[in-house]
């Protein structure tokens, strides 16, 4: 049986750093790829949440990141990170699951047959899991970042999480 390819763009991951979260990443999917786009974006600077933990997740090798030419062409309207993140699950041509926030990047992954989850649908998941109590604290943390969530999609991750 064909293994799973799990990639990650860089809003998931900078967005569980900020929650206090991106160990559930390690016990949500064991292993995780990267492109070399996304970890440069994550890691430029080394003040976006995240940057420690990639590095360190890079380190330990449970983070695999890979060259990949992004196809800036068919994804047009995505950064360098989103777009070399789905040209990468295309490419795979397995069973593949993209972690992305990007609304343009999630349809271009459906289209192609991809399942696409975000920071959300991961937290829920991690709340399934009994990863977490709740998600409530980790929702707040991420308002608390900067991290842009309407009140509207707070109440349907809490709903969803059985939190409501």
Known sequence: MAERL???DASP?????????FHLLRT???????TATVRDEVLAGGQLPGAVELAEAIQDGWIDVVDVEPDLIAFAN???????????????????????DEPAGRTYAQRHGITVTGLAGMLVEAKNARLTHSVRPLLNRL???????????????LEKAGED
């Open 28 to 34: 949500l999917f064991d292993q995780i790829t990267v």
């Open 6 to 8: 799990v990639t990650a």
């Open 13 to 21: 991951l900078i967005g569980l750093a900020a929650a206090g979260a």
């Open 78 to 100: 995505l950064d360098a990170g989103e777009a070399s993140t789905l040209t990468l699950a295309i490419r795979h041509g397995r069973p593949c699951l993209v972690l992305m």
């Open 143 to 157: 308002r608390a970042s900067g991290f842009r969530l309407s009140d509207e999609i707070i109440r349907a991750i």
